[in-house]
């Protein structure tokens, strides 16, 4: 059965594909997640942007354009991007927003910094008041300082779990830039842009799922409609 957020992230992914063709990129970033799949299965219907290049935030949505003949390009060889697309897992009213659900952050941060505009797909389950209200922080760390980070975070007051998987693998969840995640609860409110400063300053970070400033547009779906909220127009 289709769930009214699954109906919402079709319309989201629906209104990207449109504005995503309309800006038409010679090379388009793409992240990953249930949105950024939704959005590729249109985009492959749709069978545009055959010229343009891609680059993309995980392995696994490099396979999918690549599967489609779509042109992807490894990010090594890449100094800028055009448009980047992806979702997030939550949004406050500066669109500022959390990432990492599907523990891709690290590349989803790299391509969309080298992007000249950025939007993000979400469903109307995804904005927050205050970040943090429904999801952890992702924290990448490389494998070697896990334990070090791991206690610095527990000393520093912050609430940590290492990502576990699910199934299909037993044992930690290991990125595609072949990091272990720390989902890391603050005990109070906080500041994105500090946090994510204080974080990346423990040598082993090596990316947080806190992206402040960096989109320029979201579209948010709901079952019946979307919305497009643009930073210092909201
Ligand atoms: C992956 C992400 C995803 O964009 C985020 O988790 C949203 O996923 P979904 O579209 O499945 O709700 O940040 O690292």
């Given at each position: 059965?289709?769930?009214?957020?699954?109906?919402?992230?079709y319309?989201a992914?629906?209104?990207?594909?449109?504005?995503?063709?309309?800006l038409r990129?010679?090379?388009?970033g793409?992240?990953?997640?249930?949105t950024?799949?939704?959005?590729?299965?249109?985009?492959?219907?749709?069978?545009?942007?055959?010229?343009?290049?891609?680059?993309?935030?995980?392995?696994?949505?490099?396979?999918r354009?690549a599967?489609?003949g779509?042109?992807?390009?490894?990010?090594?060889?890449?100094?800028g991007v055009d448009?980047?697309?992806?979702?997030?897992?939550e949004?406050?009213?500066?669109?500022n927003?959390?990432?990492?659900?599907?523990?891709?952050?690290?590349?989803?941060?790299?391509?969309?910094?080298?992007s000249?505009?950025?939007?993000?797909?979400?469903?109307?389950?995804?904005l927050?008041?205050?970040?943090?209200?429904?999801?952890?922080?992702?924290?990448e760390?490389?494998?070697?300082a896990?334990n070090?980070?791991?206690?610095?975070?527990?000393?520093?007051?912050?609430?940590?779990?290492i990502?576990?998987a699910?199934?299909?693998?037993?044992?930690?969840?290991i990125?595609?830039?072949r990091?272990?995640i720390?989902?890391?609860r603050?005990?109070?409110?906080?500041?994105?842009?500090?946090?994510?400063?204080?974080?990346?300053?423990?040598p082993?970070?090596?990316?947080?799922?806190?992206f402040?400033?960096?989109?320029?547009?979201?579209?948010?779906?709901?079952?019946?409609?979307?919305?497009v909220?643009?930073?210092?127009?909201?």
């Amino acid at each position: 059965m289709t769930s009214s957020i699954d109906v919402a992230k079709y319309k989201a992914a629906e209104e990207a594909v449109k504005r995503i063709l309309n800006l038409r990129p010679r090379i388009l970033g793409v992240g990953t997640g249930s949105t950024v799949d939704i959005f590729l299965d249109l985009l492959v219907k749709r069978r545009e942007l055959v010229d343009a290049k891609f680059v993309c935030a995980s392995l696994y949505t490099a396979q999918r354009l690549a599967e489609s003949g779509f042109n992807v390009m490894q990010l090594s060889t890449v100094d800028g991007v055009d448009v980047y697309i992806d979702g997030a897992d939550e949004v406050d009213r500066e669109l500022n927003m959390i990432k990492g659900g599907g523990g891709a952050s690290t590349l989803e941060k790299i391509i969309a910094y080298a992007s000249n505009y950025r939007i993000y797909m979400v469903d109307y389950t995804k904005l927050v008041n205050r970040l943090g209200e429904k999801h952890a922080i992702p924290v990448e760390v490389l494998p070697e300082a896990l334990n070090i980070v791991y206690k610095r975070l527990r000393e520093m007051g912050f609430e940590a779990t290492i990502r576990f998987a699910k199934s299909g693998k037993y044992g930690y969840v290991i990125s595609d830039t072949r990091g272990v995640i720390i989902d890391v609860r603050p005990s109070q409110e906080f500041n994105a842009r500090e946090l994510a400063q204080t974080l990346k300053s423990i040598p082993g970070v090596v990316e947080t799922g806190l992206f402040v400033d960096m989109a320029d547009e979201v579209i948010v779906g709901y079952p019946d409609r979307v919305e497009v909220l643009r930073k210092n127009r909201i």
